[in-house]
């Protein structure tokens, strides 16, 4: 295979294009999953590039891709600390979406409708890499991975998060978020194709990345909110680096 879209996957999120910026709607999960999210990459560019955190603006000059950008619920607030964001998705819906309230936003971000591997084709290169929440969604994950790598400059960085292949995974995830209480449409995810930290962290080596970093993500219901956590056995996030030159 010389591609990593899975047709029925986009053909998924295209059909909940229209609710991507709905806090209630079907995208709720990743909108309450968005701080957590956001807390660690920012926690971890400041750190790794030696930023100012007090700063209105302290990603100013950096490059950030995110792949698999839906409506663009991660490149929005990245975009307002300074970076200069691109979102690629290979649903053509979503990118309208993200367009559209981009602008509406005020923001410059450069969306398009394309894949990691045409991407990295293209000799493009990024300070970080955001690969969140998609890994579990395309075909043939090794060209995936390896594309993704590809995209991540010199000192650069890649933050992958996904879903654990355990069965408390299949629990929360597909009977409890899924079946039960109706977070998510029921199959939008496939536990078959979930990929264990070990799974990942190989993929990263293999392709020229090197792990500095990794955490669990938990739902705590009496806050109603996601939590960093040392568990990692249903939602985690693997942060990679490549050396530099």
């Not at 910026?21 to 968005?34: M, V």
């Not at 930023?51 to 000059?61: C, H, Q, V, W, Y």
């Not at 690629?88 to 409708?113: F, V």
Request: net charge negative.
């Amino acid at each position: 295979m010389t591609t990593t879209i899975n047709e029925a996957e986009i053909a998924k999120f295209t059909a909940m294009a229209e609710e991507w910026w709905d806090p209630k709607g079907k995208f709720k999960p990743l909108h309450k999953f968005n701080p957590v999210r956001m807390s660690y990459i920012r926690e971890h560019l400041l750190a790794h590039f030696g930023l100012d955190g007090t700063a209105m603006r302290p990603f100013e000059g950096l490059s950030i891709l995110d792949v698999g950008c839906g409506g663009g619920l991660l490149c929005e607030p990245l975009a307002r600390l300074g970076a200069t964001v691109t979102g690629i998705d290979a649903a053509e819906r979503n990118i309208a979406i993200a367009t559209l309230h981009a602008k509406t936003s005020g923001l410059d971000i450069d969306y398009q409708a394309t894949t990691s591997e045409a991407l990295a084709a293209q000799g493009k290169t990024f300070d970080m890499v955001l690969n969140m929440e998609v890994v579990e969604h395309v075909d043939n994950v090794p060209l995936y991975m390896k594309s993704c790598a590809d995209l991540v400059k010199p000192g650069g960085l890649m933050l992958t998060a996904t879903l654990n292949r355990t069965a408390r995974a299949y629990a929360f995830a597909i009977v409890g978020a899924e079946r039960i209480l109706r977070w998510l449409p029921v199959g939008t995810h496939d536990w078959n194709k979930f990929l264990t930290p070990d799974e990942i962290k190989a993929l990263l080596t293999r392709n020229g990345l090197t792990v500095t970093a990794e955490t669990g993500v938990v739902f705590h219901p009496l806050a109603d909110e996601w939590r960093q956590s040392s568990d990692m056995a249903i939602n985690y996030m693997v942060m990679a680096e490549r050396p530099a030159a």
